[in-house]
């Protein structure tokens, strides 16, 4: 099978030769320098280097046009000391980082703050019919992917989102507020990115590109569960879906991916409803099993699920975790991987061990 028959056949349901082997979530940075001092041959530049000495399958190919503001922004640098980076980032959002230790940015405000300045945002940096947007080599990897047999995404992180978007323009608490008090707001920004979505996968679907995977990234979960109601989710983000997932259907487009950290289980009935098929990552410190998501939601594809820290423990331990997830493995519609990005406790040595131990359990020769 190709990287991409084998891929869609496991993600649907059907018969592989062996799951897809695909080493998805690499490290943090300070990670990667980390293990360069512990042995990782100088010849791996980068994740992709290291992917590739493992035999991991061809990942996904993303179709790299603009669907977030246009034209593209830099990052706008406003203060910089030794320690930190105060930015504008392609969204506008000003955000602070440290520059000697990775981690998430402190987000510190962000570009909408009424109904007047989405208007103003919306016409100067979001117009939806805007050539720009399908500027650079994009239709030219896809012909190159598509003969050979990669599978092909369309939608990325961090700009087609829909609850994805609108939090970007209010903000985290700013955004869960205007759920209550300002819903047509809410409705009004959803409308026009799915509205500019659309337009650019009609695009590209249009020039000639077989297109695998509708992803949408949304991170709208926490330990806790999602950040909006089942019913909140139905009322403003249902009608949005549907019309990607009917786009999808009349170009026989057969995944509809949502990426969203946390626990997302009170929103698997709507998702579902709406027509995804396909979510991730399932992190374990949220309390996400994908064993018993498997079991509770049989139509539903996954990938992640495999617990991050265990990496950090010992081989005894990431055996058992492999083991652990050996039985939504063998039912199907399952990717097994990681379930976010490797942090920087994980040693050389123990990566190695997991990735030699996850192409193992996908070949049956697991000896745990």
């Known amino acids: 099978m190709t990287d991409r028959e084998r891929l869609l056949a496991c993600l649907l349901g059907k018969s592989v030769d062996r799951p897809p082997y695909w080493l998805f979530w690499g490290p943090w940075q300070g990670v990667f320098e980390r293990w360069r001092r512990e042995g990782m041959p100088t010849q791996f530049k980068n994740y992709q280097d290291v992917r590739v000495s493992f035999g991991a399958d061809h990942g996904l190919v993303q179709v790299d046009v603009n669907c977030g503001p246009s034209p593209r922004r830099d990052r706008e640098i406003l203060e910089e000391t030794e320690t930190e980076i105060v930015f504008l980032d392609s969204w506008g959002i000003k955000r602070r980082n440290l520059k000697k230790i990775t981690s998430m940015p402190e987000f510190i405000e962000f570009p909408v703050k009424t109904a007047d300045d989405w208007r103003s945002y919306r016409d100067k940096w979001l117009p939806i019919e805007d050539p720009r947007r399908l500027d650079g080599p994009w239709l030219d990897n ?13 939608g990325y992180f961090p700009d087609v989102g829909i609850f994805g978007s609108v939090r970007w323009l209010l903000g985290d608490e700013e955004c869960l507020v205007a759920y209550a008090e300002q819903p047509e707001l809410v409705h009004e920004i959803m409308g026009h990115m799915t509205d ?36 909140m989710w139905r009322e403003f983000m249902g009608p949005c879906y549907r019309r990607i997932k009917a786009f999808a259907d009349r170009h026989g487009i057969p995944l509809l991916s949502v990426d969203t950290d946390g626990q997302p289980d009170l929103i698997v009935p709507p998702m579902l409803e709406a027509g995804v098929n396909y979510v991730w990552p399932w992190e374990v410190a949220a309390g996400c099993d994908v064993n018993a998501v ?10 992640g699920g495999i617990d991050k820290r265990v990496l950090a423990i010992n081989p005894d331990a990431i055996d058992a975790e492999l083991a652990r997830i050996r039985p ?4 199907g519609r399952y990717l ?5 990005l490797i942090p920087d406790d994980v040693s050389w040595q123990n990566f190695c061990h997991y990735a030699q131990g996850l192409k193992k359990l996908g070949s049956g020769k697991s000896a745990f």
């Open 196 to 231: 500019l979505y659309l337009w650019v996968f009609d695009k590209v679907v249009g020039a000639g590109v077989r297109v695998d995977i509708i992803h949408i990234w949304e991170d709208m979960c926490g330990r806790q569960g999602p950040l909006i109601s089942p019913a």
């Open 328 to 331: 939504a493995v063998e039912r």
């Open 294 to 303: 498997g079991a509770k939601y049989p139509t539903l594809a996954m990938m």
């Open 142 to 154: 896809c012909r190159k992917a598509m003969a050979a047999g990669w599978p092909i995404q369309l």
């Open 336 to 340: 097994p991987d990681l379930d976010h």
